[in-house]
Nanobody, 125 residues
Framework: QPQVVESGGGSVEAGGSLTLSCIST???????MAWFRQAPGKEREAVAA???????NYADFVKGRFTISKDYGKNTLNLQMNSLKPEDTARYFC????????????????????WGQGTQVTVSS
């Protein structure tokens, strides 16, 4: 049974918004979780992370546009994406690790224990 399951992807025009969700009864309550993305032909890259104390980390290319948050009532990790650009087109993955704090290594793929299957986001110009 998958430990993290993403939803909410879709197609949007540049400048638009989307909200991604990741349900996880294992990680949302109390552990570090993150969003990554991978475009065709490119390596998977970190987008944002949030820890037990709800401290957040963001990649420079999404600062001011994306917001990561947790909804404890729904056991859900969310990614609110605003002012989307064509270069944001990618498959977005949710990940979790059994650690309270994300730490300085939050952007490393190897930091995380479980990954979802991903959800596609396509931004047209």
């Amino acid at each position: 049974q998958p430990q993290v399951v993403e939803s909410g992807g879709g197609s949007v025009e540049a400048g638009g918004s989307l909200t991604l969700s990741c349900i996880s009864t294992k990680y949302v309550r109390g552990y570090c979780m993150a969003w990554f993305r991978q475009a065709p032909g490119k390596e998977r890259e970190a987008v944002a992370a949030i820890d037990k104390a709800e401290r957040t980390n963001y990649a420079d290319f999404v600062k001011g546009r994306f917001t990561i948050s947790k909804d404890y009532g729904k056991n859900t990790l969310n990614l609110q994406m605003n002012s989307l650009k064509p270069e944001d087109t990618a498959r977005y993955f949710c990940a979790g690790v059994l650690a309270y704090w994300c730490g300085g290594g939050w952007s490393g793929v190897g930091r995380y224990d479980d990954w979802g299957q991903g959800t596609q986001v396509t931004v047209s110009s």
